[in-house]
């Protein structure tokens, strides 16, 4: 993972650095693995320490996240948890956007020769032992 540091009106501090880089990579190779690109932008306004993060991860995600407190540490948190939040809400919505109907999963099984689901053969052979079956119990 790459991470990429700016200070906006403040002097930079390793510090900081380290705290965030440590925090933020935890949360998002949890969600993700360990891949992406990671700008984090700490700036002063006042009396509040601001810091911006975006995420770009090597499969397309894009996320941003930010917060302002009187505190950089505390904004530090406050920004892993809503990156949490949008990590997890993403990684939700791929899921459900990867399920399959039922019909294209069998169709990929008779592709792929899954052993999990019945192939072709196995429909015809059923149809044929339940007509001969069928047949049988009629004759007698």
């Known amino acids: ?51 911006h993060c975006y995420f770009q991860g090597w499969n397309g995600t894009v996320l941003n996240a930010s917060g302002a407190s009187e505190n950089m540490y505390a904004t530090i948190d406050l920004v892993a948890q809503k990156l949490e939040a949008q990590l997890s809400r993403h990684k939700m919505k791929t899921r459900r956007r990867s399920r399959l109907p039922i019909a294209q999963v069998r169709a990929l099984s008779v592709v792929g020769g899954s052993d999990s689901f019945p192939t072709m053969d196995d429909w015809d052979e059923e149809e044929s032992e339940s007509s001969e079956v069928s047949s049988f119990q009629l004759l007698h």
């Open 1 to 51: 993972m790459v991470f990429q540091f700016y200070f906006k009106k403040m002097q930079s501090s390793e510090a900081l650095k380290s705290l965030s880089q440590r925090k933020l990579s935890d949360v998002i190779e949890r969600f993700l693995g360990d891949s992406g690109l990671v700008r984090i932008t700490f700036s002063t306004e006042k009396n509040e320490q601001k810091i």
